[in-house]
């Protein structure tokens, strides 16, 4: 976060007041930012104009309000179709609107063709966290690295900035990394509570032990990326893939013990067990990224 105090209050538009761009504009309102909202549905953005936003009768004016343009908006399509009558020239547009790192990168492009600075963003954040210090919410950032560097203040009053490169795409490409990595982490949290649901195991008990071997288990994050950096996929290996694999059967037999599916652990069952048949059982389970490149 920046210091709200000293930062110099620049004006800026945002497109887009639905939950996230709501917690946006209220964030930079509260740090003495002026404001000017536009929305689709003009309701969402009048109800800002109590917190002291200017509402504006269009995209196109909203965008000709201010310089600094940030938009939050459903997918890029609503991006194209919210600034296709605004004149972008001179404009700085930061783009929020979760989406893909090609549409990161085409955006770009389409951007500057237009005369605009451009960068995209990830959100790692839900709405509660924006302009919250403590919350520990951050967005990434990609694309100009001069538009970052000159509003870095501004850009760090709703939550934290972390800018990962001057690929446009690279903003997307790290949210939803992480995103992906969070779904799989759902996945097994899903089937761990189905596992003990039969049972007179209340989940309340089981949860502070499910967060606490999560926690434990993540730092092999950093063993992954050593070993994917030196291509040496049996570097300090703890338990190799042909253990994994065996151990694999006593997870898919509890499972039909306990009358749960196994659908959300086979598919990378599965992977494991085509790089053990490869010959690479006294490595790591690393070498199962390589599996997942497709190839044409």
């Not at 893939?241 to 013990?257: D, F, G, I, R, Y």
Request: hydrophobic share 50%.
């Amino acid at each position: 976060m920046t210091d709200k105090t000293t930062a110099p209050r620049i004006p800026l538009t945002v497109l887009g007041a639905g939950a996230m761009g709501a917690a946006l504009v209220r964030a930079w309102l509260a740090a003495g930012h002026p404001v000017t909202v536009w929305n689709r549905t003009p309701a969402r953005a009048e109800a800002l104009a109590a917190d002291g936003a200017a509402v504006a009768p269009s995209a196109a004016a909203a965008v000709a309000a201010n310089r600094l343009v940030i938009v939050c908006l459903l997918d890029d399509a609503s991006v194209g179709e919210a600034l296709d009558a605004a004149d972008l020239t001179g404009r700085d547009l930061v783009n929020l609107t979760t989406g893909t790192p090609g549409e990161g990168r085409a955006r770009a492009a389409w951007a500057t063709a237009r005369g605009a600075r451009f960068l995209d963003g990830g959100i790692m954040a839900v709405p509660p966290m924006i302009g919250d210090p403590g919350s520990g919410g951050y967005v990434f950032y990609s694309g100009s690295p001069a538009l970052f560097e000159e509003h870095r203040d501004t850009l760090a009053v709703p939550a934290g900035t972390r800018f990962v490169g001057e690929d446009a795409g690279f903003a997307a490409l790290h949210d939803v990394a992480l995103l992906s990595a969070m779904s799989g982490m759902f996945a097994g949290i899903a089937h761990a509570f189905a596992l003990i649901r039969p049972e007179e195991i209340a989940p309340k008990d089981f949860a502070p032990l499910l967060a606490s071997w999560l926690g434990a288990m993540s730092g092999s994050v950093h063993k992954t990326a050593d070993q994917l950096a030196s291509g040496d996929y049996g570097k300090d290996v703890v338990s190799n893939l042909a253990m994994q694999v065996a151990a694999n059967a006593t997870l898919l037999s509890t499972a039909a013990e306990q009358g749960v599916s196994a659908e959300l652990l086979t598919p990378y069952m599965a992977l494991l067990e085509r790089r053990l048949a490869g010959g690479h059982g006294e490595e790591d389970t690393t070498g199962v990224v390589e599996l997942l490149a497709l190839r044409g």
